[in-house]
C-alpha cells in the first residue's frame, strides 16, 4: 500500500513537473515572440526617427534660406506639449531628444 502511495506521488509530482514545464515553454515561447516584435517595432522606430531628422533639416534649411533662425521654439513648445499630454513627463523627455537629434550638429 505504501508503494502505491508513493507511486501515486511520484506520478502527480512527474504532471505537476510537466505542466510547469509546459507553462515555462508557454512562457518562452510568448516571450521570445513578443520581443522579435519588439525588434521590429524599434527598428520601425528608428527608421521614423531618420526621416524625421531629415524632413527637420529641410525645414531648417528653407527658413534659414527665408533669413528665419534655425530653432522656432513656439513650435517646439507645441511638440513638448503634444508628447506630454499623449505620454506624461517621459514623453517630454522624448520630446526632447527628439528635437535635440532633429536641431542637428551645424
Do not use: F, N
Amino acid at each position: 500500500m505504501d508503494t502505491q502511495t508513493d507511486t501515486r506521488t511520484d506520478v502527480r509530482t512527474d504532471v505537476r513537473t510537466d505542466v510547469r514545464t509546459d507553462t515555462r515553454t508557454d512562457a518562452e515561447t510568448v516571450i521570445s515572440g513578443e520581443r522579435a516584435r519588439i525588434d521590429q517595432l524599434d527598428a520601425r522606430i528608428l527608421g521614423l526617427v531618420r526621416e524625421r531628422v531629415e524632413v527637420s533639416a529641410r525645414i531648417q534649411d528653407a527658413r534659414i534660406a527665408s533669413g528665419g533662425r534655425r530653432v522656432h521654439l513656439a513650435r517646439e513648445k507645441e511638440i513638448l506639449d503634444r508628447y506630454r499630454a499623449e505620454l506624461g513627463r517621459p514623453g517630454t523627455e522624448l520630446a526632447m531628444t527628439l528635437l535635440g537629434l532633429c536641431r542637428g550638429q551645424r
